[in-house]
């Protein structure tokens, strides 16, 4: 799946070159865009942070994908 989600549950969001490096919580209800699979297991998001759009990995299964 790619495109608009909402967070049925809080995700970390992990760094996109340090994977084992997490960014920080996206709360429940957040809304990101899916962009798609980087791995097996990760998948590629983008989300708000303030005014700044970024982009960060989370767990597929985590997202509920």
Not at 35 to 63: D, H, K, M, N, Y
Request: proline share 6%.
């Amino acid at each position: 799946y790619t495109g608009p989600y909402t967070l049925p549950r809080s995700v970390t969001v992990l760094d996109l070159q340090d994977p084992t490096r997490a960014l920080g919580v996206l709360r429940a209800g957040a809304g990101i865009e899916v962009l798609g699979p980087e791995s097996t297991v990760l998948t590629r998001i983008r989300f708000q942070a303030g005014e700044a759009s970024r982009e960060g990995l989370c767990g597929t299964v985590e997202l509920g994908l």
